[in-house]
């Protein structure tokens, strides 16, 4: 899931740009976010971007739209969720969660 999420952000920041992550705990779940102040998602792409084979039109080819289908079926396999926030022209923000075990 980072790996992949790390990644995308890699390829969509600037040279000089950033990229954080975080870790935050939400009762009963863990809460970790990959941010980066790239050039953001368009809002009707927003709510597709899980989709299988769905990609932002316009921007550099090379994945194959599956990478955050495969993340949403992992993290709600493990009984989480993910989501994006984003701005266009300010960056994006990939957040999934995962419950904390007993």
Same mark, same amino acid.
């Given at each position: 899931?980072?790996t992949?999420?790390i990644?995308?952000?890699?390829?969509? !920041?600037?040279?000089? $740009?950033?990229?954080?992550?975080?870790?935050?705990? =939400?009762?009963?779940?863990?809460?970790l976010?990959v %941010?980066?102040?790239?050039p $953001?998602?368009?809002l009707e792409y927003? @709510?597709r =971007?899980?989709?299988?084979?769905v990609? !932002?039109k $316009?921007?550099?080819?090379?994945? @194959?739209?599956?990478?955050?289908a495969?993340?949403?079926? =992992? !993290?709600?396999?493990?009984g989480g969720a993910i989501? !994006?926030?984003?701005?266009?022209? %300010? $960056?994006?923000t990939?957040t999934? @969660?995962l419950p904390?075990?007993?």
């Amino acid at each position: 899931m980072l790996t992949n999420l790390i990644s995308n952000a890699l390829r969509y !920041v600037e040279k000089g $740009g950033h990229i954080r992550l975080r870790a935050q705990r =939400i009762e009963p779940h863990i809460h970790l976010s990959v %941010r980066d102040d790239g050039p $953001g998602i368009p809002l009707e792409y927003q @709510t597709r =971007i899980f989709q299988k084979f769905v990609q !932002v039109k $316009g921007r550099e080819p090379g994945g @194959t739209g599956l990478g955050l289908a495969i993340c949403k079926e =992992i !993290v709600r396999a493990h009984g989480g969720a993910i989501w !994006v926030d984003s701005s266009p022209g %300010r $960056g994006s923000t990939f957040t999934f @969660t995962l419950p904390i075990g007993p």
